[in-house]
Nanobody, 119 residues
Framework: QLQASGGGLVQPGGSLRLSCVAS???????MAWYRQAPGRQRELVAK???????RYGASVRGRFTISRGNGGNTVYLQMNRLRPEDTAVYYC????????????????WGQGTQVTVSS
């Protein structure tokens, strides 16, 4: 189970930090944040692999930073210089290897947290 928190209302140019915790002791291959604005498809915001490699969506690169906690079951998204177009529901994602075939990754999703950037 993934529990996300940290969303809210912020003015343009402000910052927010999202957190997501995966319950239990699990072997997580990768964790990520996606977002979905009204009327738009869900898009990747940022992803971090187990070895620390990161990937960012073009629109957030240089403004957002993804990181994982020391235990490996927590992921953070530091969002700086927020823009109105960053307004969306942000979803936490974890990819966990299937026990019978570790080459297959199973996606798990958190409940989503609303981020609104507005003056």
């Amino acid at each position: 189970q993934l529990q996300a928190s940290g969303g809210g209302l912020v003015q343009p140019g402000g910052s927010l930090r999202l957190s997501c915790v995966a319950s239990g002791s699990v072997d997580i291959a990768a964790m990520a944040w996606y977002r979905q604005a009204p009327g738009r498809q869900r898009e990747l915001v940022a992803k971090i692999l187990s070895l620390g490699r990161t990937r960012y969506g073009a629109s957030v690169r240089g403004r957002f930073t993804i990181s994982r906690g020391n235990g490996g079951n927590t992921v953070y998204l530091q969002m700086n210089r927020l823009r109105p177009e960053d307004t969306a529901v942000y979803y936490c994602n974890a990819q966990i290897p299937k026990p019978s075939d570790r080459t297959v990754l199973i996606d798990y999703w958190g409940q989503g947290t609303q981020v609104t950037v507005s003056s």
